[in-house]
């Protein structure tokens, strides 16, 4: 059973540029998460979807956004691009919605440096 | 406000022995706890849960321990492998919302 694949795994950018990181999750998941996480720090949640649906949101600005489609696979986008926003990206999906009781699988992540 | 707290950045353990990771936490909703693992250049990977209801949880070398009372859990590793050097964050949720709150994660090395 292939994992949760991210795409891709290393970006560079620079200030004021936006990016679109893709996530992939397990087949037969509904829900994906997305996390940044930087030296440090534990994982800060983004958002999550459940069916194509914002069901949580962290305490990210605006230009921190993503969508979930009909096949559940993930896109997360980050407008105009700041150097604090170099870290490593998180996707984790898992069944479905039930509380934080259900693992979330995680995919190896999308390394954003920004110049 | 850091409601999950792992205090130790990092924790040194002979090879055999015993590995004891710690992890505080603030808000007495929660009532589901998680640990996960993290190699470089990896995601981290789900290692063992516990609900509210229960005061320890055994999978193999693997044991979480709950104390409510202290809002405090524990992961015991034993006997500690090379294989389990690597970063260990604790997570926990409150039911009514999903979002799973983490701790900073304790690198944990295991010395020959």
């Known amino acids: 059973k292939a994992g949760v694949t991210q795409t891709p795994r290393y970006l560079i950018k620079t200030r004021g540029q936006q990016v679109t990181l893709s996530c992939s999750p397990i087949s037969g998941h509904r829900s994906v998460s997305w996390y940044q996480q930087t030296p440090g720090q534990g994982l800060q949640f983004l958002f999550e979807?459940?069916?194509?649906?914002?069901?949580n949101k962290g305490n990210f600005p605006g230009r921190f956004s993503g969508r979930q489609f009909s096949n559940s696979r993930s896109e997360m986008n980050v407008s105009t691009l700041e150097l604090g926003d170099s870290a490593l990206y998180l996707c984790?999906?898992?069944?479905?919605?039930?509380?934080?009781?259900?693992?979330?699988?995680f995919g190896d992540g999308t390394r954003l440096s920004i110049l | 406000d850091q409601q999950v707290k792992q205090n130790s950045p990092s924790l040194s353990v002979q090879e055999g022995r015993i590995s004891i990771l710690n992890c505080d936490y603030t808000?007495?909703?929660?009532?589901?706890f998680l640990w996960y693992k993290k190699y470089p250049a990896e995601g981290p990977t789900f290692l063992i849960s516990i609900s509210s209801i229960k005061d320890k949880n055994e999978d193999g070398r693997f044991t979480v321990f709950l104390n409510k009372s202290a809002k405090h859990l524990s992961l015991h590793i034993v006997p500690s492998q090379p294989g389990d050097s690597a970063v260990y964050f604790c997570?926990?949720?409150?039911?009514?919302?999903?979002?799973?709150?983490w701790g900073a994660g304790t690198k944990l090395i295991i010395k020959p």
């Open positions: 979807y459940f069916s194509e649906t914002q069901r």
């Open positions: 984790a999906s898992s069944l479905g919605f039930n509380g934080g009781s259900q693992p979330q699988h």
């Open positions: 808000n007495s909703m929660f009532d589901y």
């Open positions: 997570a926990a949720s409150a039911n009514s919302n999903y979002q799973l709150i």
